[in-house]
């Protein structure tokens, strides 16, 4: 779509489960549990990097997905992610 993701928001690294082998996470992420790469201001350590799974590198910010807001993203990500 070409949107740029929103800043200080992280909620697709905390929101969803991801079940690929993160870099120090081999067995993924639960949902609702922050990835180790995200920072405390909300950016990722791997976000250029190879080592990046591919489902973290395949996600869009999509206005239907992260809303108007991270507090809206947050919900939208967890109502997909119980749905």
């Known amino acids: 779509m070409g949107i740029k993701c929103r800043e200080k928001c992280g909620a697709c690294c905390i929101a969803p489960s991801i079940s690929s082998p993160i870099p120090g996470m081999p067995d993924g992420k639960p949902?609702?549990?922050?990835?180790?790469?995200l920072t405390?201001?909300?950016k990722c350590t791997?976000?250029?990097?190879?080592?990046r799974p591919k489902v973290c590198d395949d996600f869009n910010f999509d206005p239907l997905v992260c809303g108007n807001s991270r507090e809206e993203a947050m919900?939208?990500?967890?109502?997909?992610?119980?749905?």
């Open 75 to 83: 919900k939208l990500l967890a109502d997909l992610e119980n749905s």
């Open 31 to 37: 949902a609702g549990v922050s990835c180790i790469h």
């Open 46 to 51: 791997i976000y250029n990097s190879p080592d």
């Open 40 to 42: 405390d201001d909300l």
